[in-house]
């Protein structure tokens, strides 16, 4: 009878290890299907930075320096968007890899060197943001990887115009193009709020995982100074800085957070988003304090609850929203100067930009619609400059001289009063960039 009793407590050890072994293996294999259907949605591997992309901690170049063993994995394989990174190996590590096989032969210490920039554009805004990316590439020295959202119906006229330019210009940048996209259950509600798809801007980094740092600009920014200055900012963040934006107002007499706003905003002031910088590993990483709960929320979970909670309120959107944000943590922002980011408001009623009046303007933001009626000519003139620009002619006789031309015309205009601001930088950026054109011949 024991014989019996010890074979069936042996049966029953065998059998309780056997099935073990049949759920620890069903378990591997649901988890391989939902990696490989992550992979096929473009959605990169939650399990952490270092499985399935690679992440830094470190602003700027010197976290891309920590990624130097990570890309010697990766290979010659050309990426574009018809061969997009999530369809490659899993030996190839996409974005982290230059797109062009041009910039490829160049060599990974290249690479290290790229600024990231993103941009989103609905409606009729393919040629101003086609021009935006034209102004930092003639101006930039170093390579550029643009990510490009836009309504499905804009997707051929970037990239029919972007592979349009003289291949001089197209080995100094890289370009995705993505569709613009919104959490399904209130997919309406965020494309409406404020300008048509505006508030994409909010989710670049739950859907940009794979990419470190990020610098977002509007379609209506005109780049005077090469975008690897404005990139560099990153290593001037602290511990806690995860963005970087400039204020709205300079002078408070005229400030509109500051005597029309009815919920919390930034500083003094509140901060202009058409010009924002992020990490965005520290941001997806951070918990934010609120005024909802006594919980700090991630920024995938603080999104929703504080639009609902403020849409009667907010009048510029998603900008609103950031203010919001910050106002409940400053200590995540890192604000720089108005040359970042310079407006009409910076010159409508005088000159009230001190950083510009010394050092010029670095970037030009022409919001309300500036670039395209007669309102601020000054304004316009910047951009049907560049527009204009024929790549690879002399940007002094061709692009720089013509542009301040058209400029003395304006000085009946406050903005054109000071419009030297607007050349101060430019011409500096042009010399630079017109000394090293011997070098890449």
Known sequence: MRCYFQAFLLCMVFTFLSLLYVFNQLASTLEDRDDWNLKEQGIPDRRSHGSGHL????????????LEEGLDRCKSLSVSYWNPYWRLPADVCGVNCLLEPSLSSAGKDHSDERSHLAVVACGLRLEETLTMLKSAVVISKKPL???IFAEDDLHDG????????????RTKFNFTIYPITFPKENAKVWKKLFKPCASQRLFLPLILKEVDSLLYVDTDIIFLQPVEDIWAVLSQFNSSHLAAMAPEHEEPRIGWYNRFARHPYYGKTGINS???????TRLREKSFKNDMTTVALKWEEILMPLLQKYKLNITWGDQDLLNIIFHHNPESLFVFP????YRPDHCIYGSN???ADQEGVFILHGNRGVYHDDKQPAFRAVYEAI??????????????????ASLLTTTNTYCGRASHLFTKKLKQSIMSVQQDVPQRR
Request: with cysteine; proline share 7%; charged share 20%.
């Open 55 to 66: 992440l830094r901690k470190k602003p700027g170049l010197a976290g891309l320096r920590d």
């Open 145 to 147: 990887h643009f990510y």
């Open 158 to 169: 970037f990239r029919s115009g972007l592979e349009s330019w003289p291949r001089t210009a």
């Open 274 to 280: 058409g010009v924002m910088l992020m990490n965005m």
């Open 338 to 341: 108005c040359q970042w980011n």
């Open 353 to 355: 930009c001190q950083q």
């Open 387 to 404: 527009q204009k620009y024929p790549f690879g002619e002399n940007m002094e006789t061709s692009l720089l001289q013509p542009l301040e």
